[in-house]
């Protein structure tokens, strides 16, 4: 899957205006927030929110701006992974997870230095993938993928346990976030 056929899904899982009580997260058209919409630019009534602009603003802001591309030419899938969740959690909750997981599977530093897990997608971040893929080659990037799944999920889950109103959302989140 590439950015466009994750953004397409993105886009049809979430479907068109939405405004549940329960979601701290307010309404959203195409799950973009109406506080991320005015964020990136767009002054509309964001139930009109047009595609298009929804589209842009995923490109934008949580694929090319946060590096997610550079991701993308090392390990395709894995970036995708990361994209949904950035989207879903935030582009600093999306990195941090990589580096976590990139830091617990160095083998203690011996592949490659600890990251800092500061949510940055920058050069230390990078070359710590590009040693993790050297070590453990194309497949390592599926295993990769699953360590940030598997903290991806746990947070749903210590998000439903938090607030009981997040209760409602755990079983959609783990049917349809989870790879």
């Known amino acids: 899957m590439d950015v466009n056929q ?29 506080a991320t919409a005015r964020a990136c630019g767009y002054a509309g009534d964001l139930r009109v929110l047009p595609r298009e602009t929804a589209v842009a603003i995923y490109r934008t802001f949580y694929w090319s701006r946060p590096g997610l591309d550079r991701v993308a030419t090392r390990a395709p899938d894995l970036a995708v992974t990361l994209f949904d969740t950035a989207v879903n959690m935030g582009v600093a909750v999306a990195i941090g997870f990589l580096q976590r997981a990139l830091n617990a599977l160095n083998r203690g530093a011996a592949d490659y230095p600890d990251v800092a897990p500061d949510g940055q997608l920058g050069p230390a971040t990078l ?51 989870m790879g």
Do not use: C, M
């Open 127 to 177: 070359a710590a993938l590009d040693g993790f893929l050297a070590h453990r080659g194309t497949g390592g990037a599926a295993v990769l993928g699953k360590a940030v799944e598997a903290l991806k999920g746990a947070r749903y889950v210590s998000l439903a346990e938090q607030r009981p109103a997040d209760e409602a959302f755990l079983y959609g989140w783990l049917a349809n976030r």
């Open 6 to 34: 994750a953004i397409d899904a993105i886009i049809a899982r979430e479907g068109g205006y939405g405004n549940d009580p329960r979601d701290r997260g307010g309404a959203t058209r195409f799950g973009i927030t109406q």
